[in-house]
Nanobody, 119 residues
């Protein structure tokens, strides 16, 4: 069975940076468009960013444009990264990776990685 494992979260101050990683096991995602999602306390899980299977195309929600960058390395088991700069308290959430639902069926969700941005 496919497993996605997110890592790299933590506690940072406003304006800080983090790099999240997503590793896959039990399957390969090299031909999949992938995405990052997040879920803040008391809110629905929301799409954050997506990247095409070859990394040639990316897409972001407006609130993270210019601050977050999604990337991938199909040569490694770590499928996709999310580089987050200029973090704000509103970015506080649990972050998850998964297949891009615009193109693929969602696979079982991992546990996510907690990002907390202090004011």
């Amino acid at each position: 069975q496919v497993h996605l494992v997110e890592s790299g979260g933590g506690l940072v101050q406003t304006g800080g940076s983090l790099r999240l990683s997503c590793a896959a096991s039990g399957g390969t995602f090299t031909n999949y468009a992938m995405a990052w999602f997040r879920q803040a306390p008391g809110k629905e899980r929301e799409f954050v960013a997506a990247i095409s299977w070859n990394g040639g195309s990316t897409n972001y929600i407006d609130s993270v444009k210019g601050r977050f960058t999604i990337s991938r390395d199909n040569a490694k088991n770590t499928v996709v990264y999310l580089h987050m700069n200029s973090l704000k308290p509103d970015d506080t959430a649990v972050y998850y990776c998964n297949a891009d639902p615009s193109y693929h069926d969602i696979v079982p969700w991992g546990l996510g990685t907690q990002v907390t941005v202090s004011a």
